[in-house]
């Protein structure tokens, strides 16, 4: 498709309905690939079983594409027409087209965040690998926010996603920072993570709070180490604010190092606006 012959609109359209497609990719991404990654992990130490039971999920074989998407309540099969972006589940009135069972509105929400958010993107950076770049840079941290939210093990393929498209684009000099920023940023960001949770690894939320030095790694390499430490200042205080508003009715966000890692990943995004 020559792209120089649409129209504004015409380009707002296309790359609004890539961000659904995209989005109800991310939802099978946020779901399934936690379970995947504890797998992979229960075979590599099976001594660790305990840790890693708390997870949830079939027995069955599972990869991002196989089984399709079944209702969890009717086990049906999803039809292509009942599995449309956002139309399917505004069409169903939220429900199972089966057994009525109500779906989720965070699925459809996924997907219009994904397209909303793209579609700023696209606008702002116009048709550039710019970009491209930083739509992979959402579609990482859309999905590392979910799977924090639902309190998951951190995928280190996602991790390291974010790393290597960091350095990758800086390397290209598409990306937010030159590559020395780059390296420093990666550099401050796994240190300094990786101190926080020296400092708090005796406390009950120790573990997770590990999965944090990834994350901040490449979101060092992506944003540099300025935007980091601002990232990392602007976190802190809403996780305290978090802490303060939730106090103990909230479940355990007291506790919850996944409010964190949700709360940086939002921050990281808006910073490509202040950038
Ligand atoms: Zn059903």
Redesign the pocket.
């Known amino acids: 498709m020559d792209l120089s012959n649409i129209s504004y609109t015409q380009f707002c359209a296309i790359i609004g309905f890539f961000g659904l497609i995209v989005g109800s990719f991310l939802n099978v991404i946020i779901y399934r690939l936690p379970i995947m990654y504890v797998r992979q992990l229960k075979a590599e130490m099976p001594g660790e079983r305990n840790e890693l039971d708390n997870n949830r999920g079939a027995t069955s074989a599972l990869t991002l594409s196989t089984p399709r998407s079944t ?6 099969a999803l039809r292509i027409r009942d599995n449309v972006p956002l139309l399917s589940w505004v069409a169903l009135k939220g429900k ?6 109500p779906i989720s509105a965070r699925y459809p929400a996924v997907e219009l965040l994904t397209s909303i958010l793209s579609l700023f993107l696209a606008i702002q950076f116009g048709s550039t690998l710019t970009t491209i770049a930083l739509l992979l840079f959402t579609f990482l941290l859309i999905s590392l926010a979910f799977i924090a939210i639902d309190g998951q093990r951190i995928p280190t393929a996602l991790t390291q996603m974010l790393l290597w498209a960091g350095l990758f684009s800086s390397v290209y000099e598409i990306g937010l920072v030159e590559i020395k920023m780059s390296i420093i940023g990666a550099l401050a960001g796994g240190l300094g993570a990786a101190l926080l949770w020296h400092i708090k690894k005796h406390c009950s939320y120790g573990v997770k709070l590990k999965d944090l030095i990834p994350v901040m790694v490449g979101l060092g390499a992506t944003l540099g180490p300025s935007a980091l430490a601002a990232v990392s200042l602007v976190s802190v205080t809403l996780h305290f604010c978090v802490h303060i508003a939730a106090a103990d009715r909230f479940y355990h966000a007291k506790h919850n190092p996944n409010v964190y890692v949700t709360l940086v990943c939002i921050v990281s995004y808006s910073s490509i606006y202040a950038l």
């Open positions: 209702c969890p309540t009717c086990n049906t199972c087209a089966h057994c009525d069972t």
